[in-house]
């Protein structure tokens, strides 16, 4: 599985960006996505993820009511879309995979990162 993550850049206090992930690979029919973020010296932390068909979203209560994860699986695609960010919200932000349907918190493939910086 390859995992194609875009979309970051630089945006001010209260901007918006949308991440997008594409899934490549031996993805199956079924699989759950998510996406996490990690600034220098930090542990990777959760930010959001959905079940195979959508009907279950995962937010980090850090997240919530900014970020909206959904996916497209008709063109395997997912993303992630950030509203009101925050100067602490700038992190490299990794999509992930896993072959479960329903999302577990512990993804098999990760993608190689995009930038989000957000200045105050």
């Known amino acids: 599985v390859q995992l194609q993550a875009s979309g970051g850049g630089l945006v001010q206090a209260g901007g918006s960006l949308r991440l997008s992930c594409a899934a490549s690979?031996?993805?199956?029919?079924?699989?759950?996505m998510g996406w996490f973020r990690q600034t220098p010296g930090k542990e990777r932390e959760f930010v959001a993820a959905l079940n195979w068909n959508g009907d279950s979203t995962y937010y980090a209560e850090y997240v919530k009511g900014r970020f909206t994860i959904s996916r497209d699986n008709a063109k395997d695609m997912v993303y992630l879309q950030m509203n009101s960010l925050k100067p602490e919200d700038t992190a490299v932000y990794y999509c992930a995979f896993d072959y479960a349907s329903r999302w577990r918190y512990t993804p098999l493939y990760w993608g190689q990162g995009t930038l989000v910086t957000v200045s105050s």
């Open positions: 690979g031996r993805t199956s029919s079924r699989y759950s």
